[in-house]
């Protein structure tokens, strides 16, 4: 979905480095969330954010950050990567005042620590 | 917290066929359901949704069933054609937060 951008699509890195995603949005919408998505497993929670001053840990936050930078921007960090946090990465937002909450996702990053 | 369980992992129907996917959640607080269709390399979309008040919602050729005594709810999609091809995500909501299934790889065979 155009409307939720997603940085890098693609990323390699080693065991031990720090790394960033970053996530914009155009929805306009106040609330975002950072999945991750491995085989068999389903999308799993790890932070979400309902305005730009709230930050809430997910179902699998160990080993991860997060900072709502602005409405629109949403980083998740990885101070410290291990080859288990090897997976694709999707950051979502939504709008509780719609008929549902929808959440919109972005396309993804694929990301593989070795 | 809430557990939902998605079934079957892989389903492979004849174009024109119907395909069903079912899935079974845990919290009878749960009181959104929503469906996803995540294609090849993009992130999953809505594609249907039903609140715990409703049993049956349609849209075209999709529809789910929510079964509220049972905690189960249904995605079922007729008339299949090779575009329906790809991984469906059943999900849970509870307050704030969403709980998804483990996914469903649909193939349709032309």
């Known amino acids: 979905d155009a409307d939720v951008t997603q940085t890098p699509r693609n990323r390699i890195t080693k065991t031990g480095k720090r790394i960033m995603l970053e996530c914009s949005q155009t929805k306009g919408h106040d609330r975002m969330y950072w999945y991750r998505q491995d085989p068999g497993l389903g999308l799993r929670l790890i932070y979400y954010?309902?305005?730009?001053?709230?930050?809430n840990k997910g179902e699998i936050s160990d080993g991860y950050s997060v900072s709502r930078q602005a409405q629109a921007k949403f980083s998740l960090s990885l101070e410290s990567a291990i080859p288990n946090q090897t997976a694709l990465y999707f950051c979502a937002t939504s709008d509780p005042t719609g008929p549902g909450e929808t959440q919109y996702f972005g396309p993804g990053t694929r990301l593989l620590v070795l | 917290g809430e557990n939902v369980e998605q079934h079957p992992s892989t389903l492979s129907v004849q174009e024109g066929d119907s395909a069903v996917i079912k899935c079974t959640y845990s919290?009878?607080?749960?009181?959104?359901f929503p469906w996803y269709k995540q294609e090849l390399g993009k992130g999953p979309q809505l594609i249907i949704d039903i609140r715990s008040n409703v049993g049956e919602k349609k849209d075209q050729r999709i529809a789910v069933t929510l079964n509220k005594t049972a905690k189960h709810f249904s995605l079922h999609i007729t008339e299949t054609q090779p575009e329906d091809s790809a991984v469906y995500f059943c999900a849970a909501s509870i307050g704030n937060q969403f709980y998804f299934g483990t996914g469903t790889s649909l193939t349709v065979i032309p």
């Open positions: 954010s309902f305005d730009v001053k709230d930050i």
């Open positions: 919290d009878s607080a749960s009181n959104y």
